[in-house]
């Protein structure tokens, strides 16, 4: 039987044709709160651009016929050296939301990050998913609806904590000022509770966060969170040495490269060009991942190249559910696989392990 994706899609064979499809079919105002960035959206091409300059430097003849993409992340087995990145609000793309991620993203044993304002419980999407969830935690001021919500994701089976730090308040993102955008009634931040900060007062995604987001939060926060639950310990949002190496010395188990998708400090990085000096301050410390600007099987390969253990893809599993709901995000998930499997095939590289710096960096004069 023909596949019913490529029947439905016949011309969409990346993810760039995804996004070309998902603008096409959602309103003007949601493809913008999706798609958008801070500021000028320098930080968001500038993710993109990092990607685009690099060329990968094959080796030839190197015997590597299938290449092994499983990877191990915090003593588990991903299908692949990503995971998708935490996103709020899947319900504006698809009414299935975020279930049809989890439910598409376990089919190819892809890890979820589940963020604190996901559109299904924590509870329904922990029985949905075939591979591991974990979440994403924004620290509110009301500190104690936070740790509820870890609390209540540790019991569901969720397996690390991926504390977001780069939004003490929210970036300016002028698409969503300049449509008035607010939330479409029935996406909601269920997790939060009729208590909650979720309430209909709170449609502006920027205006919740104002009201909401703990703007003070230090690095004593590691230790609230470690006072408040077992599990692995992630920072999300280190852009340089200092801040990692800090991280380090807090003793987490992860720390995620990321600038929010260029959402929140509009001059920030590049992901991929922060990424060195974060991995040689971590020093094997800890994984270290990275998100932004990830839209082809080689950038991943790229990343891993330049050090990061596995990244995370954010935008693209967006599309491919604005597009084919489950379906869709499952096709995302295939050909960034299929795109990452061509990619280290072509460059003799055999596995995730086996990944090797020279890939970006030109090696020393052969002998
Ligand atoms: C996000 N991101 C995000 N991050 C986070 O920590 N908590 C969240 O709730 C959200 N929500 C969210 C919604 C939408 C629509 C987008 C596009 C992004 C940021 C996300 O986790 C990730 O850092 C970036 O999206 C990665 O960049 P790419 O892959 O989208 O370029």
Known sequence: MSDPILVAEPGALTLGDYARLARERLDAPVWDYIEGGAGEERALAA??????????????????????????????????????APMGYQTVADPEGELATVRAAGETATPVVVSTFAGHTFEDLAAAAGAPLWLQLYC???????????????????????????????GRRLRDTRNDFRLPPGVEPVNLGPAGPGGPGYARPAAHAAAEFD?????????WLRSVTRLPILL??????????????????????????????DAAPATLDALPEVVAAVD???????????????????????????????????????????AGVRRVLDLLTEELADAMALTGTASVTGVRPELVRAAREPR
């Open 284 to 326: 094997g410390a800890c994984p270290v991942l990275l998100d932004g600007g990830v839209r082809r099987g080689s950038d991943v390969l790229a990343a891993l190249a330049l050090g990061a253990s596995a990244v995370l893809v954010g935008r693209p599993v967006l599309h491919g559910l604005a597009v084919h709901g489950r």
């Open 215 to 223: 703007p003070s939060l230090d690095w004593d926060v590691v230790a």
């Open 47 to 84: 993710n993109t651009g990092a990607f685009d300059r690099v060329r990968l430097r094959p080796s030839v003849l190197t015997g590597a016929a299938e290449p092994l993409l499983a990877t191990e992340i915090l003593g588990r087995t991903w299908g692949a050296p990503f995971a998708v």
């Open 140 to 170: 509110f001021r009301d500190r104690d609806l936070s740790r509820r919500l870890v609390e209540r994701a540790e019991r569901a089976g969720f397996e690390a904590v991926v504390l977001t730090c780069d939004a003490p308040r929210l």
């Open 236 to 265: 999300k949002g280190i852009l340089t040495a200092e801040d990692a190496a800090r991280a380090a010395a807090a003793g987490v188990d992860g720390v995620v490269v990321s600038n929010h998708g260029g959402r929140q400090l």
